[in-house]
């Protein structure tokens, strides 16, 4: 996850506060002993803190506005200065607080990342426009709320003194074995510590279904994810320390199910997307249709934060190229001359929004949304068409359980009181 506002889950509401290691993606932080010397502290996102002969050995940095708030609850408990970092990715609220987290006057520590970190770094700088309106969409669900940002990306006091593919090093008579998966992004690291059998899962576990499907984001790697969370597991962990949430420790059995139960879910999204891309090369909306994901109630497969269709997606774009497989969708009409057409064989736009309020009261939201899209595209200029639109758009928000979901159509909403048109 890329965030680190002071509300990121705008849309979200009943965030629990208080420390429990079921509290979810939406426990808000604090600071505990995991093993002796070893403390996990969270703002948001996850730190894991080891003190060594030799100093200490961070997972994770946080974020620029975080890691003030991370940095006065580890000098509670230890003056020792930083010796070495391993970033688990480049996201934001993960690689971006370092400077906070120094003891005062120490020499610089050793940064460890993947050297995939490198890309990311510049694609953020090449990309700043796009990442502030999907930003805006999927954190704020309003492109005229600015979510903040821009943060130094590639900034000199962020950058990594060591790449590595994989490594196992040693500090102050501690180990740590560093891997190497791709997962929510290309340069996820994960850190196993044999000494306290601790593992950091960086975000490739954060109390929630994997965020493996985002809408908006480059290429996620759900089959790799999986085999990651089973080379974790196959390390039989005490304690889990997670990217967003809080730890498990001393319970190596529960650390089992979180790790098995969510490759099991990426795994069977997978198999079932693949096996249907297999089955003639359907257009998408039907692969779509037919996946059926696992069903699970537990807490850490909980369709908060991004969902099962949306990871269905990821692969079908991964494997089956960009096109829908709707044919006339490979060199489409314009939005306006196709809203044009529909508006004009519908008797116009009243009866089209009608019929469009009719389906969202019986709920079949995603029927109205088309139907709404068509309106709104070809009276764009029109007050009413673009309120009625909006309150479908926020009916639709209202249905979901995601917060990549509930954001985009509450976002759709505010496009539509602004008659922006999606854009
Ligand atoms: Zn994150």
Redesign the pocket.
Known sequence: ??VNSANPFSARRGARDEFSDDAGIFWRGGRIEIAPGTWFLSHF?GVTAFETADGLVLVDASSEPSSGHIADRLREVTSAPVHTVVYTHG?R??AYGLPALLAEGQAPPEVIAHPAILDRFDRYGALSGYNEAVRNRQFAGDPQNGFPGPVTYGAPEHLPTRLVESATITVGGCTFEIHHARGETDDALWVWNPDHEVVCTG?LFIWAVPNAGNPQKVQRYPWEWAAALREMAAKRPRTLCP??GGPVVDDPDKVQRMLLETAAYLEQIVEQTIALLNDGAPPHVDIVHAVRPPESDAPWLRPVYDEAEFIVRNVIRYFGGWWSGRPSELKPASRTSLAAAVVGLSGGVEPLLAEAERATADGELRLACHLADWALEHARDDHSVRARTAAIYLARAESETSLMAINLFRSAASYATLGRDFR
């Open positions: 996850m890329t996102s996201h609220d993960h975000d990217g967003h």
